[in-house]
Every structure is written in C-alpha cells, then in structure tokens.
C-alpha cells in the first residue's frame, strides 16, 4: 500500500465545480493520486496514521498549467528587451540561439526555468524548444510534468538541417521516452511564417502516426497576417484550416489578432488557445479577445512564454494580468471573474493538453499535482474571499509547497529536486559566454 499524506488547508479550491471553495476540508494523497476530498474532523480520525501537513493560512489549489514556453531562453533573459519581435527575433534572439544552442545550454536553460515555475506553482510547462531529449531530461530531473514541444521550422540552425530533419529527430525523442509518465511530447511547427504548406501537412501526419498533439504560434502579430495576406492571398487561419491543421489536438499560441468569424472558426473545430498576456505587452503584439473567445465556447489557457520575452516565469503574477485585460479589452468589468481566471491557469490548460482526467483539478482519482498558497501574508490580508484574493492579490513569492504527482517539490519555499545555487552558478556562467560572443 502506498503511503498517505494528509494535508489540512484553510482552504481547499477544487477547481471543479467553478467557483467551489471547501473550508475546514482535508486532501489526502495515497501514492501519485488524490485519495480523498473530506471534512478535517473525519480525515483526523479516518487518517490518524497517515502524515499529517499543516497549512493553517493556506489556499491548497490545482498545480498551475503553463500552456505555452520556450523554456531554455531563460538563459537569454534580459538580452535584448524593447524591441518589436521581428527585430528581436531575427538581430538579436536566432544569432545568439545560432552561436549557443545545445544540449547543455537546453538542458541548463529549462532546469532554471523549471525551478522558478515550480517556486511559482506551476507543476505542468507545454514547452517548444530544440534538443528535445535535454527538455526531457530536465523534466525527469526536476519532476515537473513536462510536454516537449519539438520545433519545426525550414530553415537550418544549429539543431537540424531543414523540415525534414527536424520532424526526424522530433519523432525519434518521441519513441526515445515512452511510456515516461511524466513526459509527453507534441510537434511544433513554429509559426506560419516559417513553415511551408507541405511541412504542414507533413507534420499532420506524423501527429496523427504518432498520435500526437501540435502546438503552434499563430496571429501573434499583425506583421504575420499582412506576410501571409502579401505571399498566399489569405489570412494565416484561413491557410491553415485549408491545410487540415485546425482541431481539438491544436494548442495555438497567442492569437491576438482574430475576427469574430476566425474565433467562431477556433470554437467550431475546438481549438485551444494559449494566451500569453505579458509578452503580448511588452512586444507590443496586442490585446487578444479573451472574452470573446471564451464566449464562443473557446478553451483558453494561459502561458508565460519565455523569459527571454516576458522576462518572468510567473503564471500567478500573468493570471492577475489576463483577468485585468480581459475586462479593459472587452469594456466589461464582469469578464474573466476570478473563478473562470484560475479555472484558464489549471483545468483548461489540462484539456488542451489532453490531460483533463488527470489534472487541472482536484478530484478523488486525479493526480496529486497541488499547490499550496500562504494568504496569512500582510499583502493578502484582510481576507474575504480567497479566490479573489490569488487572483488579484497574490504573488508568487507566497506559493510555499508543491507537488507533482504526490511528489513534494517545494517545501516550505525550499525545492526538494533541484539545486537552486548550482543553477545560479550556471546562468552566470553561459551570461558571460553570451556576454563575450556579443562584446567580439
């Protein structure tokens, strides 16, 4: 028999059904799973032998689903900042990606980003990246539930020759961890504008061979839309649905610029959308139709992006923004309540993984990926609702325990699988090789 744990919130927020807020509850984790949902007093007594956690002022929440990073350009936080994304992109980002990119950097990269994910609440990351094996191994290493996004593009770097060497080594990662429970993996073609009609359709079939999802940046930008409009004659959607690509396994990065006829479209094949509010912003990209969206019957997630163009990895602190912007951007103050807003960061960020039976939520049966939240803090207090207070009060410095399927990974602030000063001494070490390449 596995060992129980029981841990005894203030608060318990299932997630499921919308809004619920138990008080007085008890969760109690039996191996990976969640045991039991039930009152303190009965746990006491039913679990008098099981590990007791105390979390007087806590919230005890879903772990947090970041549906859409690079989680590797943590290492290139803070290189080139205020720049529109093109700039960025082809001056700055691809030559220092270019010159540095590989196994060690991947892996360096994500095991920081994974460490401040998880110092934040986030217990699940949908990353799309290169070195796909050094995604998954950091994920393995920190403990985190990890979808390795295998990017695909038409032209070289330093990771793979062309199309069809990227979806290659795409499918031989895939094949290389199965059966890994905490590691799946999706196709990334990166964007519209780096990827052909033929790649697309190439990369289609390999998703359904292998039964994968895929995971793409589309209408980021309104430069994307006039390019697509110059060279197909049609909005970068529109090509798409024609392609085939358009479904319930598609994770669409971003979508800022989209019509009410494009978000019906999403809505009517069930696509699911990544919503990066911060680096949005600070790109300049735009203000995506959240509220739209969802009132069609959109799934939508919500995603940090990468360091590189957020510059932090805090789902918690991007869960306040989307909340705010979805009522400035609507004109509607009740758009994207509290209760939808945590439900955006954990259970739909779930089902556009294909995960919703597993996590997202906190149900007997689940995985126990959990987060608990200290709202005793000055800066949470007075307290008198505690949904509304992780929405808009929170931070992420008072997430203070999590785990990733029974796996304590913080503790009490402290990460129980990484080491948080050789990754430190790691990021200053690549800074000054970066640092150096861009000084010659």
């Not at 390999?206 to 999802?213: E, I, N, P, V």
């Not at 940046?217 to 959607?237: F, N």
Request: hydrophobic share 50%.
């Amino acid at each position: 028999m596995a060992a129980l744990t029981c841990l005894y919130p203030r608060w318990l927020i299932p997630v499921e059904p919308r809004g619920a807020v138990l008080e007085g509850h008890a969760l109690v984790i039996e191996g990976e799973r969640i045991a039991a949902i039930l009152p303190a007093a009965e746990a006491r007594q039913r679990y008098a032998a099981a590990e007791a956690i105390e979390l007087p002022d806590h919230a005890l929440l879903p772990g947090l689903v970041n549906l859409h990073g690079h989680s590797a350009m943590t290492l290139l936080r803070g290189l080139a900042d205020d720049l529109a994304l093109m700039d960025w992109l082809q001056n700055h980002i691809w030559p220092a990606e270019g010159r540095h990119v590989s196994d060690a950097f991947v892996h360096d990269g994500t095991l920081h980003a994974m460490a401040e994910m998880i110092r934040g609440g986030t217990t699940t990351v949908n990353d799309m990246y290169f070195h796909h094996e050094a995604v998954a191994c950091a994920g393995l290493a920190a403990g985190m539930r990890t979808v390795v996004g295998c990017s695909i593009l038409e032209f070289p770097t330093a990771y793979g020759r062309d199309a069809a060497d990227y979806l290659a080594k795409a499918e031989a990662a895939c094949r290389a961890f199965a059966g890994e429970s905490l590691v799946g993996f999706t196709l990334a073609p990166h964007a519209p504008y780096t990827v052909a009609d033929d790649t697309f359709r190439r990369t289609i079939a390999l998703a359904d061979r292998l039964r994968l999802g895929i995971h793409c940046h589309i209408h980021e930008t309104r430069d994307e839309i006039d390019g697509s409009l110059a060279q197909y004659g049609v909005r970068p959607l529109e090509r798409l649905h024609a392609l085939g690509l358009l479904g319930p396994t598609l994770v669409a990065a971003h979508v800022v610029h989209a019509s009410d006829a494009e978000i019906e479209l999403l809505a009517r094949h069930g696509v699911h959308v990544a919503h990066n509010p911060a680096s949005n912003l600070k790109l300049a990209s735009g203000f995506a139709r959240v509220a739209a969206m969802q009132r069609a019957g959109v799934n939508v997630g919500l995603g940090t992006d990468g360091a590189a163009s957020n510059n932090k990895l805090d789902l918690l602190g991007d869960l306040r923004l989307a909340a705010l912007l979805a009522k400035a951007e609507s004109g509607d103050p009740t758009a994207l309540g509290a209760a939808a807003a945590l439900e955006m960061a954990t259970l739909a960020g779930a089902r556009a993984l294909g995960l919703a039976d597993r996590i997202g939520s906190l149900l007997p049966g689940k995985q126990a990926d959990l987060v608990a939240v200290d709202l005793g803090a000055l800066e949470t207090q007075p307290l008198f609702d505690p949904l509304s207070q992780l929405v808009y009060a929170a931070g992420r410095e008072q997430v203070s325990d999590v785990w990733v399927a029974g796996r304590a990974l913080l503790r009490r602030r402290e990460l129980t699988t990484l080491d948080a000063g050789q990754i430190v001494a790691r990021a200053r070490d690549w800074r000054e090789r970066i640092a150096a390449d861009r000084a010659a």
